[in-house]
């Protein structure tokens, strides 16, 4: 019986020949049956993938033959299943591309990487770390959302900053503003997904002058598997995949509010423009009367 599962990881690393990886990349998850999108830059990896857990497993194993990536740390969550052929019903289809960053924040610049990962960034704290540093620091404690601002609507950690931003090229003009500079004396703790777009938000708000910066290592997926809905965070997680939102319990509190009736929802559409990339709350009782004319179901 197949048992679906995503797999979510990065790996900030030099890469002489980013082509070359992307390559062996792709044809090593279609000779696996494996869908996903993989990002590939000559500062590093960044992947989701969805299948069997089998077929993950020997793709971990493949991938970490590889010296540069010998040291991923690879993130697990519940898959919604797989078709006839086995190939993840979470993702339409593989996607492995190379770009200059592995996460867009729109200044590859700034970004400097070596074996060990990105120079110049925050503290890493583990959840059990984190929770060390609010109960010596208490409410002197930030923490900073690395995420788009939507994905905030359906969960966040308690108190949270939520930089209004649709995009994460916009964090760079957002901490540039100065509407932050107050923060520059307390300690800040950046989070995100699975841990990417903190560790290089980090590095950005260090340069910027912020003085005490922290990163939450394996980002919000390793604190629910940590603490799951008993600890800081509240409601739940946005996922770039068919899923949308991951639960951590079945006590998961629903934070989000439907943008047509105002219901507590943690439903999410993908708006129709093309040219825009935010998802909307709106309950699925909305939906099913009548969606409205902005959204399609994702």
């Known amino acids: 019986m197949a048992i679906p599962k995503i797999l979510l990881y990065y790996a900030f690393t030099p890469l002489a020949d980013p082509d070359a990886v992307r390559l062996w990349q792709r044809d090593l998850c279609e000779s696996l049956g494996l869908r996903g999108r993989i990002i590939v830059s000559k500062d590093g990896l960044n992947g989701t993938l969805g299948g069997d857990l089998p077929i993950l497993k020997r793709y971990i194993r493949k991938t970490r033959d590889y010296p540069a990536f010998r040291h991923i740390d690879f993130k697990w969550s519940e898959g919604t299943g797989v078709d006839e052929s086995g190939l993840s019903l979470d993702f339409p289809r593989l ?29 890493r704290l583990d959840p059990v770390a984190l929770h060390q540093l609010v109960a010596e620091r208490g409410d002197d404690v930030v923490f900073f959302d690395g995420r788009n601002a ?10 949270a900053v939520i930089p209004d931003v649709v995009d994460t090229r916009e964090f760079v003009a957002e901490l540039d503003s100065g509407k932050y500079d107050h923060l520059k004396g307390k300690p800040v703790v950046t989070y995100c997904t699975g841990g990417i777009r903190c560790e290089v938000l980090s590095g950005l708000m260090k340069s910027r002058g912020f003085g005490e910066v922290y990163q939450l290592e394996g980002g919000i997926a390793r604190y629910g598997e940590a603490f799951g809905d008993d600890g800081l965070w509240d409601g739940s997680l946005y996922v770039f995949d068919q899923r949308m939102a991951v639960n951590f319990s079945d006590h998961t509190a629903v934070l989000g509010r439907c943008q047509e009736c105002g219901d507590p929802t943690r439903h999410m559409l993908n708006c129709r423009d093309f040219l825009c990339r ?16 902005c959204l399609v179901n994702a």
Not at 109 to 120: N, P
């Open 95 to 123: 996607v492995v591309k190379v770009r200059d960053e592995i996460v867009s924040f729109g200044a590859p610049g700034e970004l400097r990487v070596d074996a060990s990962g990105v120079i110049g960034g925050g503290t």
């Open 150 to 159: 939507f994905e905030a609507e359906i969960g966040r950690f308690r108190n």
């Open 278 to 293: 935010e998802q909307l709350v709106v309950c699925e009782e909305c939906v099913a009367l009548a969606v409205p004319s």
